[in-house]
């Protein structure tokens, strides 16, 4: 079945440091892909979202590029904010399927000033 | 894209207590899914809901212990039924944007249970 494997934190970062947070998956279709990140006490967000291969996504500075031949949709941004303290949620969709996502462990940033 | 509301934000319960909590969408959907997020863990989905139609529980989960409603097209509850600490998690309920792409969240229910 689709799967979603993220790198594992804590990822410890000091502010304006460039940020990568690594994303590999599986799936048998031609899946959409998505970042989502969930803030202290809050629900999942929609951060941004690539729908086929070679497309960027990206938002609030963040941006992730959908590869198909590494299978991968790592985040990036190039200077962090103390604000971007979050754990990061890599997923899935299969547009061929239900569209129900298949969600990475999460993993969670932590930005020191 | 959709706003969500659930009720209650939080709540400490004792074992062998039963929790419902809503979920208020301000547009109507046709679909609206349950999520279990442990602590420190990913979110796993519990059942999908339907108006009209009985609830599809994810592999582990059963009706008896996690009934579900879906009385209209903007609402649905989850119970937690006969809750013990393993029950202690965030639970969270979504929607699904436009053209089915994403999903859109509430922002969650966290449950203790002592």
């Known amino acids: 079945g689709d799967s979603v494997t993220q790198m594992e934190g804590p990822v410890t970062l000091s502010e304006e440091a460039f940020l990568t947070i690594n994303c590999t998956y599986t799936?048998?279709?031609?899946?959409?892909l998505f970042w989502y990140v969930q803030y202290p006490g809050e629900g999942l967000q929609l951060l941004l979202k690539?729908?086929?291969?070679?497309d960027k996504g990206s938002n609030k500075g963040f941006e992730a590029t959908y590869r198909k031949e590494t299978t991968s949709f790592h985040l990036e941004k190039g200077s962090v904010q103390v604000s971007d303290s979050a754990v990061y949620f890599c997923?899935?969709?299969?547009?061929?399927?239900?569209?129900?996502?298949?969600f990475g462990r999460g993993t969670s940033l932590i930005v020191h000033p | 894209s959709a706003v969500i509301s659930q009720k209650p934000s939080r709540d400490i319960c004792q074992r062998g207590t039963s929790l419902t909590i809503q979920c208020q969408v301000d547009?109507?959907?046709?679909?609206m899914f349950w999520y279990r997020q442990q602590p420190g863990q990913s979110l796993t989905l519990i059942a999908t809901?339907?108006?009209?139609?009985?609830?599809?529980?994810e592999s582990g989960f059963v009706i008896d212990k996690f009934p579900i409603s879906r009385p209209n097209l903007t609402f649905s509850t989850l119970t937690v039924s006969n809750m013990s600490p393993e029950d202690s998690s965030i639970y969270l309920c979504?929607?699904?944007?436009?053209?089915?792409?994403?999903?859109?969240f509430g922002p969650g229910t966290r449950l203790t249970v002592t």
């Open positions: 979504s929607v699904f944007g436009q053209g089915q792409h994403e999903q859109y």
């Open positions: 799936a048998t279709g031609y899946p959409s």
């Open positions: 690539a729908t086929k291969a070679d």
């Open positions: 997923a899935l969709s299969d547009q061929g399927g239900s569209y129900i996502p298949t």
């Open positions: 547009s109507q959907v046709t679909m």
């Open positions: 809901a339907n108006q009209g139609s009985e609830a599809t529980y």
